[in-house]
């Protein structure tokens, strides 16, 4: 079992930047995948970042250039550091874990982001 806690969200201007960080309660050092997901009111959740053994760094196209992710093994911390925000970037932002390939999904409780114009 896993357990996600997101935190950093808030609101802030556009242009403004937000880090989010993600603690989880296992070692992340031993997950398949680890990333972060959000979702817009009355939008499907799309990926935005991830790390995969093997395959590396994934984001979506609409975030490259502003959102890095990292984490921190020996603290067990996933992170997304977003920059230049937009008001599309507007969102519940979810930390995601996966042990192995076709292993469970494991969600936070989600952290709010808004960027007003």
């Known amino acids: 079992q896993v357990q996600l806690v997101e935190s950093g969200g808030g609101t802030v201007q556009s242009g403004g930047s937000l880090r989010l960080s993600c603690e989880a309660s296992?070692?992340?050092?031993?997950?398949?995948?680890a990333g972060w997901y959000r979702q817009a009111p009355g939008k499907q959740r799309e990926l935005v970042a991830a790390?995969?053994?093997?395959?590396?760094?994934d984001y979506a196209d609409s975030v490259k250039g502003r959102f890095t992710i990292s984490r921190d093994d020996a603290k067990d911390m996933l992170f997304l550091q977003m920059t230049n925000l937009k008001p599309d970037d507007t969102a519940v932002y979810y930390c995601?874990?996966?042990?192995?390939?076709?292993?469970?999904?494991?969600w936070g409780q989600g952290t709010q982001v808004t960027v007003s114009s």
């Open positions: 296992g070692s992340l050092f031993s997950l398949y995948r």
């Open positions: 995601h874990a996966r042990r192995s390939l076709h292993g469970a999904d494991y």
């Open positions: 790390i995969t053994i093997g395959s590396g760094l």
